[in-house]
């Protein structure tokens, strides 16, 4: 079975654009997390995708948004980017959230942003 | 607010060696703690899962116990191996929330 693809792997942006980056769950999974991984803030909890519905969001601004397609894939999009954009955004696939976290979660290798 | 912490933030240890990592949060009302694994600039691979009704997980070398009234957990990893060398992180599902609440890891080295 595949695991969690993230596309694309590595992007280059200047401020003030946007940026959308794709996420792949493993095959059946339906819940899609979403999360940011800085050196200095370390890994934090962006949103969460359950059947095409955000359940749950973390504490970022509005400019951080996020989709899920009907076949669980998931799409997360950064608009007017700042330097402090620059991160590993990692996409993380479960079976079903509604099970409130009872079971592991599946990474995805991450997409590295560097905004200049 | 929960907070996750993880002590040391770095560790060497020559190979062969047994260690211990540590990891404590600051609210007890947890659904499940994972410990992951993670090399360098690479995705988080997941290495236990302790529910909350468990006190401990083992798999092959690794063993992770969790004591939730006290807010601690420990990764205990045997026979340490050069290989065993990457950033562990303990993360804690927080309540009907669901989303994962990470520590800022340990960076483990184990030297040859």
């Known amino acids: 079975k595949a695991g969690v693809t993230q596309t694309p792997r590595y992007l280059i942006k200047t401020r003030g654009q946007q940026v959308t980056l794709s996420c792949s769950p493993i095959s059946g999974h339906r819940s899609v997390s979403w999360y940011q991984q800085t050196p200095g803030q370390g890994l934090q909890f962006l949103f969460e995708y359950f059947s095409e519905t955000q359940r749950n969001k973390g504490n970022f601004p509005g400019r951080f948004s996020g989709r899920q397609f009907s076949n669980s894939r998931s799409e997360m999009n950064v608009s007017t980017l700042e330097l402090g954009d620059s991160a590993l955004y990692l996409c993380?696939?479960?079976?079903?959230?509604?099970?409130?976290?009872?079971?592991?979660?599946?990474f995805g290798p991450g997409t590295r942003l560097l905004v200049l | 607010k929960q907070e996750v912490t993880q002590i040391p933030a770095a560790l060497s240890v020559p190979e062969g060696e047994n260690l211990v990592l540590n990891c404590s949060f600051t609210?007890?009302?947890?659904?499940?703690l994972q410990w992951f694994r993670q090399d360098p600039g690479k995705g988080l691979t997941s290495l236990l899962l302790?529910?909350?009704?468990?006190r401990e997980q083992t798999s092959g070398r690794l063993n992770a116990s969790l004591d939730k009234s006290s807010g601690r957990s420990t990764l205990y990893i045997a026979a340490s191996q050069p290989g065993d060398s990457a950033t562990y992180l303990c993360a804690v599902s927080d309540g009907s929330q669901g989303n994962l609440i990470f520590g800022k890891g340990t960076k483990l080295s184990v030297k040859p």
């Open positions: 993380a696939s479960s079976l079903d959230r509604s099970l409130a976290g009872r079971e592991t979660q599946y």
């Open positions: 609210d007890s009302a947890i659904y499940n």
């Open positions: 302790i529910q909350s009704s468990q």
